[in-house]
């Protein structure tokens, strides 16, 4: 099936700072890129939608000035959490789909980034 | 909007049996159903999935079952090994899955050796 990677798989940062977390299709081109956040033991949450090209769909109640989506190209899209907290800590999951080809029509997901704030 | 119920929220099983996992979904345009499997720290990971345009599908000890009428599928896992021990989210989505998807509460299966 389609690869789908995400890097940092871990990050540590201290209450005030921003971090970025990039979520990558390495053997398809991705036109929607989905974010989703899971606390321990929950289902997963969907945060946002973003299509290559455009702005991302956020849902309701997620902050899109505190959740800052990018998705530049087919195959990046990236998300920033600003001026973090600790109640930001938690497991970010990206996952990538495309309409056409290989991960057609399936949700192919990113082994999730483990963020602390401190 | 979409409500996917699941359920049990918990489930062991001896290796060797079967386990089955029921879920229920609201919205009668849904169209496509996938199952995937979490382990512990790691990202989703798709299993099996389902369309609606038909009834039952099988890969080796894993079938699903779609019941449209009741809207309602079902995950069955054949002669359990410890390796199956995993959460395991139903789904669903219209327009296919590369649009958005909505998910269960998740089942947290043990196998016992």
């Known amino acids: 099936g389609a690869v789908v990677s995400q890097h940092p798989s871990r990050v540590i940062c201290k209450s005030g700072t921003s971090v970025k977390i990039e979520c990558r299709s390495l053997?398809?081109?991705?036109?929607?890129m989905f974010w989703y956040r899971q606390f321990p033991k929950k289902s997963l949450m969907l945060m946002a939608t973003?299509?290559?090209?455009?702005?991302?769909t956020y849902e309701q109640g997620v902050e899109k000035d505190k959740f800052l989506i990018n998705h530049a190209s087919l195959t990046l899209s990236t998300l920033t959490v600003t001026s973090a907290h600790p109640e930001d800590s938690s497991f970010y999951i990206c996952?990538?789909?495309?309409?056409w080809g290989q991960g057609s029509y399936e949700q192919y997901f990113g082994p999730g980034t483990r963020l602390t704030v401190t | 909007g979409e409500n996917v119920e699941q359920h049990p929220s918990t489930l062991s099983v001896q290796e060797g049996d079967s386990a089955v996992i029921k879920c229920t979904y609201s919205d009668s345009a849904s169209n496509y159903f996938p199952w995937y499997k979490q382990e512990l720290g790691k990202g989703p990971q798709l299993i099996i999935d389902i369309r609606s345009n038909v009834g039952e599908k099988k890969d080796q000890r894993i079938a699903v079952t779609l019941n449209k009428t009741a809207k309602h599928f079902s995950l069955h896992i054949t002669e359990t090994q410890p390796e199956d021990s995993a959460v395991y989210f139903c789904?669903?989505?219209?327009?296919?899955?590369?649009?958005?998807?909505?998910f269960g509460i998740g089942t947290k299966l043990q196998v016992i050796p």
């Open positions: 996952s990538a789909s495309s309409p």
């Open positions: 789904a669903a989505s219209i327009s296919g899955g590369y649009q958005k998807v909505t």
């Open positions: 053997d398809f081109q991705a036109t929607t």
């Open positions: 973003s299509n290559e090209g455009s702005k991302a």
